[in-house]
């Protein structure tokens, strides 16, 4: 007769740590891989917000008297009677110091609630006290925020994806063609990552292109790619704006923050006819940027690396290799308008200093003091760029 014999009791205890530890391993791979190509997704359509209509200064003291200048209005604010130049001293009866107190009232009105507007209009020796009532709108983020007049448009990328966006033309008061510029959105953003510089650009007299890359925002697909797949978008947001009446198809840019950095900067290095291009933040190589953020919890790149990269490449459908958006800048050979944030956390300083290296002197490099991946632009950041795309266009 054969005894059963118990298995000893630290081969058992060493099982079940080997199972925890390969468990805590596929998990960590998993959720990795599936950020990469699978972000929280936001979108325009749920974007609606109360809105007063005002563009105010951004930088003043705080400890000051109460005042924050108003640098333009759109409705509902202009057609109540405030202008650009009116200093905000008061909303609901309380004084205003910085942007945020206004933009605290308007956050917990409702659709037609009045806020009451104290201001000072200011006209050479002579000043007038203002008090309106301005009646606030709910409605989603557009150009429209900024005062001008845009198109709901769709094309499709390389993969037949349908991508969705808006078309801002240029100024009515353009003679002829004019240029262009398409602007690629980071990998947890949609078209309104570049909005902030619409006004601007549209004053330069440039037509502006804003998309959703596939599985982004309104646009169709699940996934992205990290610039790969969206360096085609680009290519494809190009020839959708060269088609477009009032614009000149030989003086096309492309302008990309983060992801849509990379995903210019592959475009420009594989297609002849970018003329001019302005990035944000980009990654040099997509291999280095995923073991920094490996390395930023503290994990070992060499051990999680490859199955991330892996897994991600076969849910995007892409070669992680491929994309490295500072290596196309040997076969992009136009300017380049470059930002980096110096307190970048998510994409180190060094990689803005590569493409500098690459591209030499074409490249004007501005680095942010104070200034994180997804941080506030200071406020010649919009000139700028507008000068430069009308300079280079």
Same mark, same amino acid.
Do not use: C
């Given at each position: 007769?054969?005894?059963?014999?118990?298995?000893?009791?630290?081969?058992?205890?060493?099982?079940?740590?080997t199972?925890?530890?390969? &468990?805590?391993?596929?998990?960590?791979?998993?959720?990795?891989?599936? +950020?990469?190509?699978?972000?929280?997704?936001?979108r325009?359509?749920?974007?609606?917000?109360?809105?007063?209509?005002?563009?105010?200064?951004?930088?003043r003291?705080?400890?000051?008297?109460?005042?924050?200048?108003?640098?333009?209005?759109?409705?509902?604010?202009?057609?109540?009677?405030?202008?650009?130049?009116?200093?905000?001293?008061?909303?609901?009866?309380?004084?205003?110091?910085?942007?945020?107190?206004?933009?605290?009232?308007?956050?917990?009105?409702?659709p037609?609630?009045?806020?009451?507007?104290?201001?000072?209009?200011v006209?050479?020796?002579?000043?007038?006290?203002?008090?309106?009532?301005?009646p606030?709108?709910?409605?989603?983020?557009?150009?429209?925020?900024?005062?001008?007049? +845009?198109?709901?448009v769709?094309?499709?990328?390389?993969?037949?994806?349908?991508?969705?966006g808006?078309?801002?033309?240029?100024?009515?008061?353009? /003679?002829?063609?004019?240029?262009?510029?398409v602007?690629?959105?980071?990998?947890?953003?949609?078209?309104?990552?570049?909005?902030?510089?619409?006004?601007?650009?549209?004053?330069?007299?440039?037509?502006?292109? +804003?998309?959703?890359?596939?599985?982004?925002?309104?646009?169709?697909?699940?996934?992205i790619s990290?610039?790969?797949r969206?360096?085609?978008?680009?290519?494809?947001?190009?020839?959708?704006l060269?088609?477009?009446?009032d &614009?000149d198809?030989?003086?096309?840019?492309?302008?990309?923050?983060s992801?849509?950095?990379?995903?210019?900067?592959?475009?420009?290095?594989?297609?002849?006819?970018?003329?001019?291009?302005?990035?944000d933040?980009?990654?040099?190589?997509?291999t280095?940027?995923?073991?920094?953020?490996?390395?930023?919890?503290?994990?070992?790149?060499?051990?999680?690396?490859?199955?991330?990269? /892996?897994? /991600?490449a076969?849910?995007?459908? +892409?070669?992680?290799?491929?994309?490295?958006?500072?290596a196309?800048?040997?076969?992009?050979?136009?300017?380049v308008?470059?930002?980096?944030?110096?307190?970048?956390?998510?994409?180190?300083?060094?990689?803005?200093?590569?493409?500098?290296?690459?591209t030499?002197?074409?490249?004007?490099?501005?680095?942010?003091?104070?200034?994180?991946?997804?941080g506030r632009?200071?406020?010649?950041?919009?000139?700028?760029?507008?000068?430069f795309?009308?300079?280079?266009?």
């Amino acid at each position: 007769m054969t005894l059963y014999r118990r298995p000893r009791v630290w081969k058992k205890r060493l099982a079940m740590a080997t199972m925890a530890v390969l &468990v805590g391993y596929a998990l960590i791979v998993a959720y990795f891989s599936h +950020f990469m190509v699978s972000p929280p997704r936001i979108r325009v359509s749920e974007s609606s917000r109360p809105v007063l209509g005002v563009f105010m200064e951004v930088d003043r003291d705080p400890e000051g008297p109460p005042g924050v200048r108003i640098l333009r209005t759109v409705d509902p604010a202009r057609v109540t009677g405030l202008e650009g130049g009116d200093v905000i001293l008061r909303v609901d009866d309380l004084p205003v110091y910085t942007n945020t107190d206004v933009a605290e009232v308007v956050r917990a009105g409702s659709p037609g609630d009045l806020v009451r507007v104290e201001a000072r209009r200011v006209a050479g020796e002579s000043q007038t006290a203002i008090l309106l009532d301005v009646p606030l709108d709910v409605r989603p983020v557009s150009p429209r925020d900024h005062g001008l007049e +845009f198109q709901d448009v769709a094309f499709t990328d390389p993969l037949g994806k349908t991508l969705r966006g808006w078309y801002v033309p240029p100024p009515p008061r353009s /003679a002829g063609l004019n240029p262009g510029v398409v602007y690629g959105h980071g990998n947890g953003g949609d078209r309104r990552h570049w909005l902030p510089i619409v006004w601007e650009v549209h004053h330069a007299g440039i037509a502006q292109l +804003f998309f959703d890359f596939a599985g982004r925002g309104e646009s169709e697909g699940s996934t992205i790619s990290l610039g790969a797949r969206e360096s085609g978008a680009m290519i494809a947001g190009l020839e959708f704006l060269a088609g477009m009446q009032d &614009v000149d198809p030989t003086r096309i840019g492309l302008a990309g923050r983060s992801m849509g950095g990379a995903a210019a900067a592959l475009a420009a290095g594989s297609d002849p006819r970018v003329r001019a291009l302005v990035l944000d933040s980009p990654f040099a190589d997509l291999t280095r940027e995923v073991d920094h953020v490996i390395r930023s919890y503290y994990l070992p790149p060499a051990l999680f690396r490859a199955p991330i990269l /892996a897994v /991600a490449a076969m849910r995007g459908r +892409f070669e992680p290799s491929e994309v490295v958006p500072a290596a196309a800048m040997e076969t992009y050979h136009g300017p380049v308008l470059l930002y980096h944030g110096r307190d970048d956390d998510a994409v180190p300083m060094t990689d803005a200093l590569e493409f500098k290296e690459r591209t030499g002197d074409r490249l004007e490099l501005h680095l942010l003091d104070d200034t994180g991946h997804n941080g506030r632009r200071p406020a010649p950041y919009a000139e700028r760029i507008a000068e430069f795309l009308r300079e280079n266009l």
